[in-house]
């Protein structure tokens, strides 16, 4: 079936310093491919999303590809700050999952002053 | 659209006690998702519905729990008896069918059974 891998976190960077969080996924079909932000004491809020290959997402100065060769959609931001400190979650819709979010674990990031 | 909406914010109740959580999705959405979520174990699905009808609910941990979507405005998920082990935060979440379109979260109901 369908899956998302993330890579653990905490992720503790400081300001200013250059953002990778890994996703990579395995689909049946053509996945639809998202990531998502939760900050402390909230809900999961869209960051962005890409529904084909080579598609860029971007939002808020974070970007992700969609690669379907290498099956990944990393999570990238050039410069963060305090204020990205949260959980970051990648999830896929697929076709052959009915269309249902499957998600990663998600990843803590941690951006010190 | 005022989002999707859901009550209570906060529920701290006793062991045995039942308890309901509400959830109000975005008007038009085709899909309604219940999440929970815990240190331990992360973000999990306890079920969906399309359209009113419940199509997988694998994740729901037992027979305590029970959810119905009585219409296409309105879902409830019940614990009944709660135990300590319920405490998380449960999410409700409302999608459109098509495939490129996300899902949209409430702010969730912390539950604490003491």
């Known amino acids: 079936g369908d899956s998302v891998t993330q890579m653990e976190g905490p992720v503790t960077l400081s300001e200013e310093a250059f953002l990778t969080i890994n996703c990579t996924y395995t689909a049946t079909g053509y996945p639809s491919l998202f990531w998502y932000v939760q900050y402390p004491g909230e809900g999961l809020q869209l960051l962005l999303k890409a529904t084909k290959a080579d598609d860029k997402g971007s939002n808020k100065g974070f970007e992700a590809t969609y690669r379907k060769e290498t099956t990944s959609f990393h999570l990238e931001k050039g410069s963060v700050q305090v204020s990205d400190s949260a959980v970051y979650f990648c999830a896929l819709k697929d076709s052959d999952s009915n269309y249902q979010l499957i998600w990663g674990a998600g990843t803590k990031l941690i951006i010190k002053p | 659209d005022a989002g999707v909406i859901q009550s209570p914010r906060h529920e701290v109740t006793e062991m045995g006690q039942e308890v309901t959580l509400r959830c109000k999705p975005i008007?038009?959405?085709?899909?309604l998702f219940w999440y929970r979520q815990t240190m331990m174990r992360g973000l999990e699905l306890l079920i969906y519905f399309n359209n009113n009808v419940p199509i997988d609910d694998s994740g729901m941990p037992e027979d305590r729990f029970s959810a119905k979507m009585p219409n296409a405005s309105f879902s409830t998920l019940k614990i009944q008896p709660s135990e300590p082990r319920d405490s998380a935060v449960y999410f409700c979440?409302?999608?459109?069918?098509?495939?490129?379109?996300?899902?949209?979260f409430g702010q969730g109901t912390r539950l604490t059974v003491v």
């Open positions: 008007s038009g959405h085709d899909y």
């Open positions: 979440a409302s999608s459109l069918w098509q495939g490129g379109a996300e899902a949209f």
